[in-house]
Structures are given as structure tokens and as C-alpha cells.
């Protein structure tokens, strides 16, 4: 079955630093893998995602990811940090057939950027 | 602006109430999703559907069914709610197999269930 898995319940950065947010996957053929963000009280929000082609995607807000077919990882990653990056970070993959495909995401990281 | 709707953000019900949830897009789309989102266990899909009267189950279908007579709505039903069922549910719309994986979701109706 496709899965993906995010190790960590909350990453704490300064704001100013660097900032990662690690996703793994388990799929069988071409991996689609997507991020999304949710702030608080609110309902999630697409920021990127990798189909095919570069190893690196931008995305919204700054956001970036880094696929590595090797390790099986899409990890989230932005230069700089800003408080109002806080929020909660939802790893995904497709699951299903053709037509019938829905999203199955991870458990999701709570990011916490410290001022 | 695309726009998912839940009809309720906050409901409070009793232990063997029937709860309806109802999710409007304005978006012509063809899927659309029911998720339970749980602290710890991330958003897991409950049902799902990819045409009118169209439905098919996603990890967590008991205790809950769907409807979808018209295309721009999609109703969540709890038979008889237990406690077990306090969450938050989001409702989510797509394009049939979007290329971008962008699926757009509503607000959420956090639900209690006493």
C-alpha cells in the first residue's frame, strides 16, 4: 500500500535558520508525493509537489522540497525561517486507481519557528 | 476564488444522535473527500467520491456514510454517533485525477459527541 511517514511530531527553529521537515515514502512505481500546510484553525493548503523532473521543487512561500529516490525521502526545507511559518505540516501521496485516486498523508509535523 | 463550504464549524451532539455533515464546492469538480483529522494519526480518509451517487470507501468507513446526489455537494453521516467519533472532519474537492495532487478543502466542523 501506498504510505508515507513523518517522523517527527514537532521541529523548533529560530527564525533566520534553516528549517527541515522530513517525509519518507513506501510506493510501488513512480512515487507522487505533495506538502501541504494547515494554521491554525483553518483547513489545509497545497504547497508543492514532485511528479517527475528535478530532484528540487519550489513551491508557496518560500517552501522547497528535495526528493531522493535513494534514502526514499521528501523532506520540506526553507532557508529562512519566519514565525509565521508555525503551523502544521501534512506529508502526501496518491492511493488508488486511475479515477479513483485519493490522498493518504502522514501524521503530520508541528512546526514551531521561535522569534 | 475556488471555495469548499462546511455547514458547520463547531456542533456539540449526544451518544446515538444522527449527525449529518454537509460539504458544498463551487468548483465543478468531480472528487470529493471526507477526512477525520486526529492529533497524532494525521488526516485519514473515510469516504470518498469521483462521480454523483458515486462513493467508495476509504481506511476508516465504519460507523459512517455518504451521499451525493448532486455534483457540488457531499454529505458525511453519522448513523448513531458514539464518542469515539469527536474529531475534526474536512471536506476536500478535486479535479478528477488532478495532475497537480491540489486537492482543496474546506474549513472543518469539529465535532463532539457527549
Known amino acids: 500500500a501506498q504510505s508515507v511517514a513523518q517522523p517527527e511530531d514537532q521541529v523548533n527553529v529560530a527564525e533566520g535558520n534553516p528549517l527541515t521537515v522530513k517525509c519518507t515514502y513506501s510506493?510501488?512505481?513512480?512515487?507522487?508525493l505533495f506538502w501541504y500546510v494547515q494554521y491554525p484553525n483553518r483547513g489545509l493548503q497545497f504547497l508543492l509537489k514532485y511528479i517527475t523532473g528535478d530532484n528540487l521543487v519550489k513551491g508557496s512561500y518560500g517552501f522547497e522540497a528535495e526528493f531522493n529516490k535513494s534514502q526514499t525521502s521528501f523532506h520540506l526545507k526553507k532557508p529562512s525561517a519566519l514565525v509565521s511559518d508555525s503551523a502544521l505540516y501534512f506529508c502526501?501521496?496518491?492511493?488508488?486507481?486511475?479515477?479513483?485516486?485519493?490522498?493518504?498523508f502522514g501524521s503530520g509535523t508541528r512546526l514551531q519557528v521561535q522569534p | 476564488d475556488v471555495k469548499v463550504t462546511q455547514s458547520s464549524r463547531y456542533l456539540v451532539k449526544r451518544t446515538g444522535e444522527k449527525v449529518f455533515l454537509e460539504c458544498v464546492q463551487d468548483m465543478d469538480h468531480e472528487n470529493m473527500f471526507w477526512y477525520r483529522q486526529d492529533p497524532g494519526l494525521g488526516l485519514r480518509l473515510i469516504y470518498f467520491?469521483?462521480?454523483?451517487?458515486?462513493?467508495e470507501k476509504g481506511d476508516i468507513p465504519e460507523g459512517y456514510s455518504v451521499s451525493r446526489e448532486k455534483k457540488e455537494r457531499f454529505s458525511l453521516i453519522l448513523e448513531s454517533a458514539s464518542t469515539n467519533q469527536t474529531s475534526m472532519y474536512l471536506c476536500?474537492?478535486?479535479?478528477?485525477?488532478?495532475?497537480?495532487?491540489?486537492?482543496?478543502f474546506g474549513e472543518g466542523s469539529r465535532l463532539t459527541v457527549l
Open positions: 502526501a501521496t496518491w492511493r488508488g486507481d486511475t479515477g479513483r485516486r485519493a490522498l493518504t
Open positions: 510506493v510501488s512505481g513512480n512515487p507522487y
Open positions: 476536500a474537492s478535486s479535479p478528477v485525477d488532478s495532475q497537480t495532487g491540489e486537492l482543496f
Open positions: 467520491s469521483y462521480d454523483v451517487k458515486m462513493k
